[in-house]
């Protein structure tokens, strides 16, 4: 039952963080639209959850050896390509994750009323946030493969 409730929680924080990088982006791109920013940083929040909640699945999983052994993980060519591909997630997480940290900061001190932002790092933003969408996309072609046996080193 474990390993369907760990695979499920993963699955879920896999949707959940798709839908709200998305959102984070065609947020940031109606910037300096009235609540843009708002639903930007909510979204980027709901990004970080799913993120927490996937990583710590995933390596509940791979470390539990809940669905396969170590050595399956370790061997099989796309979950050595589904990390990269969630490494490259992080890299590219930096930018959004200090520009947005330093916004919500802003935000707060201004007591919440809006506040100006630079709208070429929005739109910059949003960028990563698509691509960081359609790294999430390959990640789940590549899991899909490496759960069926594909890619094994032989």
Request: no cysteine.
């Amino acid at each position: 039952m474990l390993r369907v409730l760990l695979a499920t929680a993963h699955l879920l924080a896999l949707g959940i963080g798709l839908w709200a990088v998305l959102a984070r982006g065609r947020a940031l791109r109606e910037l300096p639209a009235p609540g843009a920013l708002r639903r930007a940083l909510d979204a980027d929040a709901q990004w970080g959850v799913a993120a927490i909640l996937w990583i710590g699945t995933g390596l509940w999983r791979y470390l539990g050896e809940t669905e396969k052994a170590i050595g399956y993980y370790n061997h099989n060519h796309f979950f050595l390509t589904k990390m990269g591909l969630l490494v490259l997630v992080f890299v590219l997480e930096i930018r959004p994750a200090t520009t947005l940290t330093r916004w919500r900061r802003a935000l707060a001190r201004s007591g919440g009323t809006e506040i100006e932002v630079d709208r070429g790092a929005a739109r910059r933003l949003a960028t990563i946030s698509y691509v960081q969408a359609g790294l999430v996309v390959l990640m789940v072609i590549a899991a899909s493969a490496m759960a069926r046996g594909v890619g094994l080193a032989r």
